[in-house]
Every structure is written in C-alpha cells, then in structure tokens.
C-alpha cells in the first residue's frame, strides 16, 4: 500500500490516563516511528476485562487513551489509531489461534502465575485470562508487522506470541512471517521511577497501582503539587547536607527532563542545592515539556476522537481481513 514497513502497538485502558512512565516507556518512540513505518496504534480494551473491572466504565477510559495519544503526538493523519473491539477480526483470529497455542507455554507465563497465585478462589482465574497472550499473538499477527514497538516489559509476550506463530505455520503453511521487537535503546526510559519508594526506601516504577505518577492530562498545579510531595534523599535535610542522586527521585526525573542534570546532580551531591531547588527545576521542566501535549488535548472532544478511532479501525480492518481470508484458506476453512 504505502511500500513502507508495517509496525503494530498496543497499550491496555485499565484506567482514563497515561503517565509520563507510559510516554517514556512506549508512547514516545511510537511516535518517533510514526513517518518512517505505516503503523497502527491500538487501545486494547478486551485486554482489560482479564482483570478486576467491577466498577470501569472501559469505553470511557479506552476514548481518554486514545486522546493521549493524540495529544502526545500520534498523528492520525500518519498512523491508524483505532479500538481492538472495533475490529472483530481480533476476536476471530484469537478463536483460531487458540487451537495452536499450547496449554503448558501458557500456563507458565510469568504474569500469568503470578495472578492465578494472588487469586482467592479458583472462579477468579478465568479462561481469558490464560489466553490473555493469545489475544496478544491475535493483535500482532494480524498485521503481519515487520516489528512491535513496546517496552521491556512485553518481551517475554512478543517471544510467546512468535512461537504461537511457529506453531501455527508448521501445521497449517507459512501465514506469518517472523516479526522483531522493537524496544528504546535507552534504558533510563524504559523505566521511568515513581515519585515514592517502596518498603525498603527503594525507588520504584511509576505506576497507577502505587499512586506516585505524574500524568499528561493534570494540570500544571496538579504537577506542582504532586512533586512538591516527592521522595528525595532522606538524610539531606538542609541544603548543605550532601544528596544521593541515584536514590532520589526528583533527581532521577530531572535526568529525564532537565537537559543540564549533570551539573545539578553536582551541585546536590556537594550540598550546593537543596531539595526544594530541585523540585522546583523539576516541576518548570516537567510543566514545560508536557505543555504542548495538555493544550492539544483540552482540543479534543469525545466525538473528535471517536471519530479518529472510526477512521483507524476502517484501515485496520482492511489489513486484518486480508490476513484473515488467508488464515482462513490455510486452515481450510475456505
Ligand atoms: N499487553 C500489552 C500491555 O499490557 C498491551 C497489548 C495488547 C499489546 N495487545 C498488544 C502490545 C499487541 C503490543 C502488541 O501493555
């Protein structure tokens, strides 16, 4: 179609708004990727009903996804921004993957383990969630992707759903071609730290689970205060007490957002700057740079970004039925 080489991503709308760990960790290299692949961005909303969803209203939390997307610079115009429950072919190709993707590969899946261990009783861990990479297996092979930008945390996913693949194209005749990860080179955004630290005074991801992320979407104030609240070296009490750097995570976001970071490392190693400095370079770089993004979307009504995932899942779905009809023609079916 466009002679470029297709790319697919997708991220869960388990809530109503992405962090700037999610923009670090994926978001920003999708769309540093945007002009050089022709690429689709998907909000995997029948991924979040594997978890607890008593009281989500995912529809909404799937139309505040995709605005920040958008407003963090996916362009919709370059790339196809659409819903998975859109593009019924999902459903179906995850159905038929099902048949080729081994019980015992599935069962041992790490997040997999760990959430049948946390379940209380044997009715919360549901098929789904098993299948929950073959869904995944579905998203990718769909597309047929030269390569799938995620961060590090999917690769163990990316390797499953290659080998639901292998298994596929050694019963029923090569369908999919092998795709490669596409993962940010530099580490130190992979892993974007949270404004707290766990038990043992460590600092920890960014996540919506520990209530210590900054998002996109709140204001500037909001930012302000939220920093304000953060965890910095605890035995620097006044500003001649010399700082830790690599264990605060003020400093540590300021690595991410303050282009002079090293000489303010410095300085809060030799006691040259106090932690309130810090916060409030912090605050200024963090307001700064996620400015643009926050004015774009106070521009995007719900009936906008319908619209954009309309648009999306018709160019997905054009794709996916082409896959389709050949899956269907080498299981026979056809
Ligand atoms: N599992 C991914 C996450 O938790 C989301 C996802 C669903 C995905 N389908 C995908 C990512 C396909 C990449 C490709 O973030």
């Known amino acids: 179609m466009t002679g470029k080489k297709r790319i697919l991503s997708g ?24 002009d050089e692949y022709e690429m689709y961005c998907m909000v995997a909303d029948w991924h979040v009903l594997t978890d607890h969803t008593e009281h989500m209203d995912i529809a909404h939390n799937s139309r505040e996804i995709a605005k920040d997307f958008v407003a963090a610079g996916l362009d919709p115009s370059k790339c196809a921004v659409f819903r998975q ?13 099902s048949m080729v993707a081994g019980l015992g590969k599935l ?11 946390e379940a209380r009783s044997e009715g919360q861990v549901s098929y789904g969630l098993l299948g929950y990479p073959v869904l995944q297996a579905a998203d990718i092979l769909l597309y047929k992707p030269y390569g799938v930008p995620v961060g590090k945390d999917q ?3 990316l390797e499953l759903s290659r080998e639901i693949a292998r298994s596929f194209n050694a019963k029923f005749g090569d369908v999919f071609p092998e795709f490669v990860d596409i993962i940010p080179e530099d580490e130190s955004r992979s892993k974007v730290p949270g404004l707290d630290v766990d038990a043992e005074g460590r600092l920890r991801k960014m996540s919506k689970s520990y209530d210590n992320c900054i998002y ?5 104030d909001e930012t302000a205060q939220r920093i304000k609240g953060a965890f910095t070296t605890p035995t620097k009490i006044r500003k001649t007490d010399p700082g830790i750097p690599e264990g ?24 040259e700057r106090g932690c309130m400095q810090n916060k409030q370079a912090l605050t200024e770089a963090l307001n700064e740079a996620l400015r643009p993004m926050r004015e774009r979307r106070a521009g995007i009504s719900d009936a906008d970004i319908e619209s954009v995932l309309e ?3 018709a160019r997905a779905r054009e794709t996916a039925a082409q896959t389709m009809d050949q899956v269907r023609r080498a299981m026979r079916l056809l």
């Open 216 to 220: 996109l979407s709140e204001t500037a």
């Open 248 to 271: 605060c995570s003020v400093c540590q976001l300021l690595r991410l957002y303050a282009p002079e970071w090293e000489s303010l490392w410095e300085q809060d190693r030799r006691g």
């Open 85 to 97: 429950s859109d593009v019924k072919e999902h459903a179906e190709l995850h159905l038929l993957l």
């Open 311 to 313: 648009k999306g899942a």
């Open 11 to 34: 991220m869960r709308s388990t809530n109503d708004r992405l962090h700037i760990g999610n923009l670090e960790g994926a978001l920003r290299n999708w769309i540093e990727l945007q």
């Open 155 to 157: 690769a163990a996913h």
């Open 107 to 117: 069962e041992r899946v790490p997040t997999y383990k760990e959430k049948r261990d």
